[in-house]
Structures are given as C-alpha cells and as structure tokens.
C-alpha cells in the first residue's frame, strides 16, 4: 500500500490505486480519527501540522489570488517542485507558527472538555 509521505508525485495509476485503498479503509480512518480527536497531540504532530501551515502560508504567496484547485495537475505539480526548493524558509516559518499550531490543539481538546461538563 502507498503511504502519505511521497518524495515525489503521484502517478494517475497511483492515485487510482490509492483512492480504493482509502475507500477499503475508510472506517477505520474514520474510528482512528475520532480517537485522536480525544487526545493531545504529540510534539512530532504538531511539528508535521506547523510544517503544512507553513507550506500554505507559502502556496498562498506564490499563488496570489488563485486557487490550488484552479491549476492543471502540471502546475500543481511544478509549484511542489517549487515548495520543496524552499525546506528552508518552510522550517523558519513553521518554527515562528509553532506556538499558535500548540495553543489550537490546547484550545480544541479544553471546548470539548467543557462540552462534556454541561451535561
């Protein structure tokens, strides 16, 4: 089976092969997601979560007012290529979000505690 951290881009064959695998596992994505909603999330995840806000930060820039899914999958390609030149501004922005990225996940896990004290 193909796993989420891909060095390079899908090929249509893969992304083929990919959707019947999610589609095969889908509850159990769905049960694993819902679990992990329950609990705080580790320092590598929320390194991982700085690091995609950073690199949306970055398409936002290079994109200006269009949309990711505006482009043809050439483009969306090329403009990865592009991301991937940038690891170093990526890990100096993720580093600078990093403290906002936490603060989310406290305040997430602290409204569902106080929806479930109401009852």
């Given at each position: 089976m193909l796993?989420?951290?891909?060095?390079?881009?899908?090929?249509?064959?893969?992304?083929?092969?990919?959707?019947?695998?999610?589609?095969?596992?889908?509850?159990?994505?769905?049960?694993?997601?819902?679990k992990a909603a329950k609990k705080l999330a580790s320092p590598e995840q929320l390194k991982k979560r700085a690091n995609k806000k950073a690199r949306e930060i970055l398409l936002?820039?290079?994109?200006?007012?269009?949309?990711?899914?505006?482009?043809?999958?050439?483009?969306?390609?090329?403009?990865?290529?592009?991301?991937?030149?940038?690891?170093?501004?990526?890990?100096k922005i993720a580093k600078k979000i990093l403290p906002q990225v936490k603060a989310k996940d406290r305040a997430k896990k602290q409204v569902k505690g106080d929806a479930g004290k109401n009852d």
């Open positions: 796993t989420f951290q891909q060095f390079e881009a899908l090929t249509p064959a893969q992304r083929a092969k990919m959707k019947i695998a999610m589609k095969r596992n889908k509850a159990k994505i769905a049960l694993g997601r819902k936002k820039k290079i994109l200006k007012d269009r949309g990711k899914e505006d482009l043809s999958f050439k483009q969306r390609q090329e403009i990865e290529k592009k991301l991937d030149k940038k690891k170093a501004a990526i890990k």
